[in-house]
């Protein structure tokens, strides 16, 4: 068997883009070689420069010219990301921005059935029929009409410790780019970002744009863990209902997606009622469950009668969640991490037990899933439904797997593009107890 012609980082060579991959990544083969190139699109031929050699396994490359391109090329939304510049001085945060938005979601749909099939065990029938027909990422209110700009509602900005440069960093480094613009923010953060501005006794800057309060930024100094500013309290509004949430705390950065979870939630809730498998009075949670955002969402489809105790670690968000869910008489926020709160409940009187066997637990995971752990747990206390909110499509699908040898079953299946321009995405599973 003929040796692959060895590569090293610099090497530029011409590559056929056959897939896609997980972490925003096309799939490409050099003389047999795996090769995941950034800034290319599957169908295109591309010239591409070596950033990471893995000795056999596999190589890393960034485009540098297309030799074949795509219809669904286009000019990047981020000037600094363009292929105009060398590699290592393209801004990162926007590895989808040379995609149409309707080929980036079928690429995002791509890669959740690919995890699903290879991590999840299911298959393309199964995926079809938990997906409804097809399985699809789908787009939220705006996006479309505004090309999928201006829709973060939180960003953080780096600054270069010797020149004081303020800027994000670039794609898979440490390196602060200089921008002009910040094309996925929102129009008061682009406004108010200090791009043109040295701070050099800062760290970073977090800028924030809450829906129904005035936008903030918040600085790391050296040596300081907390940013100035971080648990002050700010308002959101969804769908009429206002949270209030630390300014410095978890929330959804699209403008959209408090909403669009919340509604997604919500409305496999009250398909779980409609269905009879929703029992209000059972020992219902909500994990990692920040300001009580999806809580909220299980009390409008269940109705006031709901008992539900949301389990945070973050001890703000409790109390947020306290504040936010207080009209909810069967609700209670409970400071923990999620492990430990359901250890205690794995040990807990049968009665306790009996009652979280009768329960729906919805859970909303940091990008690493739930794990096998959490998972476990889960399975030995045998929630009779599990809805998931998942940011990873691998994440998912390990947990998905380990549900089904837990002995339940994946329902149904949707998925939000609720990053635009980046591979990130958010899916809602819900599972039933066999």
């Given at each position: 068997m003929t040796e692959p012609t060895p590569l090293a980082v610099g090497d530029e060579i011409e590559l056929d883009i056959t897939g896609i991959a997980h972490g925003g990544v096309t799939v490409a083969r050099h003389e047999g070689r795996v090769v995941f190139v950034a800034d290319a699109i599957p169908g295109e031929r591309v010239r591409a420069r070596v950033t990471e050699v893995r000795k056999k396994s596999f190589a890393r490359a960034a485009t540098v010219s297309v030799i074949e391109e795509s219809a669904d090329r286009r000019p990047h939304i981020w000037a600094e990301a363009a292929l105009s510049r060398n590699p290592e001085h393209r801004v990162g945060g926007a590895e989808f921005g040379h995609i149409a938005l309707t080929r980036q979601r079928?690429?995002?749909?791509?890669?959740?059935?690919?995890?699903?099939?290879?991590?999840?065990?299911?298959?393309?029938?199964?995926?079809?029929?938990?997906?409804?027909?097809?399985?699809?990422?789908?787009?939220?209110?705006?996006?479309?009409?505004?090309?999928?700009?201006?829709?973060?509602?939180?960003?953080?900005?780096h600054v270069d410790p010797e020149t004081g440069l303020v800027g994000p960093y670039a794609s898979r480094s440490r390196q602060v780019i200089r921008v002009r613009s910040?094309?996925?923010?929102?129009?008061?953060?682009?406004?108010?970002?200090?791009?043109?501005?040295?701070?050099?006794?800062?760290?970073?800057?977090?800028?924030?744009?809450?829906?129904?309060?005035?936008?903030?930024?918040?600085?790391?100094l050296p040596g300081e863990k907390k940013r100035a500013g971080e648990n002050d309290?700010?308002?959101?509004?969804?769908?009429?209902r206002e949270f209030l949430v630390r300014a410095g705390g978890f929330w959804q950065v699209h403008r959209e997606a408090p909403l669009t979870l919340f509604t997604a939630v919500r409305d496999?809730?009250?398909?779980?009622?409609?269905?009879?498998?929703?029992?209000?009075?059972?020992?219902?949670?909500?994990?990692?469950?920040?300001?009580?955002?999806?809580?909220?969402?299980?009390?409008?489809?269940?109705?006031?009668?709901?008992?539900?105790?949301?389990?945070?670690?973050?001890?703000?968000?409790?109390?947020?969640a306290a504040e936010n869910l207080q009209e909810l008489v069967g609700g209670l926020a409970v400071t923990a991490r999620v492990d430990r709160h359901l250890a205690d409940l794995v040990k807990g009187a049968p009665t306790v037990r009996q009652r979280l066997r009768r329960a729906t637990v919805v859970l909303d995971p940091p990008r690493s899933g739930a794990g096998g752990g959490v998972v476990a747990q889960l399975g030995e206390l045998a929630p009779a439904n599990i809805v998931y909110v998942a940011c990873d499509p691998v994440a998912l699908a390990r947990d998905t797997a380990t549900l089904r040898e837990l002995g339940y079953r994946l329902a149904s299946l949707r998925a939000f593009d609720l990053f635009p321009h980046t591979h990130h995405f958010e899916s809602l599973a819900v599972f039933h107890r066999v």
């Open positions: 079928a690429l995002k749909a791509e890669v959740l059935a690919d995890a699903l099939r290879r991590f999840g065990g299911l298959t393309d029938a199964e995926i079809a029929v938990v997906a409804g027909g097809s399985l699809e990422v789908e787009a939220v209110p705006g996006d479309d009409e505004a090309n999928g700009l201006g829709y973060r509602t939180r960003v953080r900005l910040l094309p996925l923010a929102a129009e008061s953060i682009e406004l108010s970002a200090p791009l043109s501005e040295a701070m050099p006794d800062v760290v970073t800057v977090d800028l924030i744009a809450p829906s129904a309060d005035d936008s903030r930024m918040l600085v790391t309290r700010v308002a959101e509004s969804v769908g009429g496999a809730i009250h398909q779980l009622v409609d269905e009879g498998r929703f029992d209000t009075s059972a020992a219902n949670l909500d994990l990692y469950g920040g300001a009580g955002l999806l809580a909220a969402a299980m009390a409008e489809a269940a109705g006031p009668t709901l008992k539900v105790t949301t389990v945070e670690s973050d001890p703000g968000a409790t109390d947020d």
